[in-house]
């Protein structure tokens, strides 16, 4: 089943802006899909029309099977979606404000009280359910929007940039919760700029740059197109003279820190071995960039170049 097929989707704002120049997507049920682009790439505008936030130009979006042009009802009662942007109202209660999203859906007050008390508690905010929102802090109301998106319990939450601006423990327990919400079924689709995040959490991923998806794939094959990694070497003992890796660019950082660039075909055994050849001991390793940064940093600029 597709959860979510949009095509030839065009956005162009009355200014003129051409955000979106025809985009194609297909996330299947139960995906944890990664929508990724640099600033102003589109992101945001394709996650607003899908959630009708924002009328689109030109193009269909199905959710579930329901054209959101002819069946829009029942296209967004599958949806959850939370707004990069902070879009509540600060004068209400937060209990209020999630009573108030199950009143659009139509559930029934009795669902809506069991559900704004769970979801409330899930999210670490039912200590403060008789607070305005004017009393919570930046991580509290990117909760209550998360909470505000699964008050219809939908089969498809739509995350715009969920962790940004967020400190390092929100981070990884949103990141546990939406694990869990996922394998559980919900099918999950993010924006974020953290490429870490994406890596971490998320089956398959579309790049999309200047209103165009450059890049539609499962990600574990995505990284696997790597050619080279850099990778970062914490060496136990000072080294003061220039070393030579054969077929293994390498140069010291400083004293105690080595950088080599492995290629895809070449192995990591045989790095080890030539700088066990050479008495040099290894105290720890890592990429120096994240994986899935590298690659994109290289489709981006391909497609500047118009490869
Ligand atoms: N309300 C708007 N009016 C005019 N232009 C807009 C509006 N919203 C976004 N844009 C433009 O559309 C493009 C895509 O923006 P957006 O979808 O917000 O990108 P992203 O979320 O990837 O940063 C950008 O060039 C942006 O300036
Ligand atoms: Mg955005």
């Not at 995505?222 to 080279?228: G, K, Q, S, T």
């Not at 660019?249 to 080599?260: G, I, K, Q």
């Not at 040099?280 to 390793?285: D, L, Q, W």
């Amino acid at each position: 089943m597709i959860a979510l097929s949009v095509k030839q989707l065009t956005k162009t704002y009355a200014n003129g802006a051409y955000a979106l120049k025809g985009i194609d997507l297909d996330v299947a049920q139960g995906d944890f899909f990664a929508l990724l682009g640099q600033n102003g790439a589109g992101k945001s505008s394709t996650i607003g029309i899908i959630c009708s936030l924002i009328k689109k130009t030109a193009g269909k979006v199905i959710v579930f099977g329901h054209d959101l042009d002819t069946e829009p009802n029942k296209a967004k009662s599958l949806i959850g979606v939370v707004p990069q942007e902070m879009n509540f109202n600060s004068f209400e209660k937060i209990s209020q404000v999630l009573l108030n999203e199950a009143g659009y859906y139509g559930i029934p007050s009795k669902i809506a009280k069991e559900r704004m008390e769970m979801y409330l508690t899930v999210m670490g905010l039912w200590d403060m359910r008789d607070q305005t929102g004017f009393k919570l802090s930046g991580g509290m109301k990117r909760r209550l929007l998360i909470a505000r998106a699964l008050m219809n319990e939908p089969q498809l939450l739509i995350l715009d940039e969920p962790t940004a601006g967020v400190d390092i423990e929100l981070r990884h327990t949103l990141w546990r919760f939406l694990t869990q919400l996922n394998e559980q079924g919900t099918t999950i689709i993010l924006t974020t700029h953290y490429l870490e995040e994406a890596e971490h959490l998320c089956k398959h991923v579309a790049i999309i740059d200047h209103g165009e998806i450059i890049e539609h794939a499962n990600m574990k094959t995505l990284i696997n197109r790597l050619d080279v990694q850099t990778m970062i070497l914490d060496l136990a003992a000072p080294i003061t003279t220039p070393i030579t890796l054969n077929g293994y660019p390498a140069s010291l950082t400083d004293e105690t820190t080595l950088e080599v660039k492995i290629h895809r075909h070449q192995s990591i055994n045989e790095l080890f071995q030539r700088l066990t050849e050479q008495h040099i001991h290894v105290t720890s390793m890592r990429n120096k960039t994240n994986r899935l940064e590298e690659l994109f940093i290289g489709l981006i600029a391909d497609n500047k170049r118009g490869n």
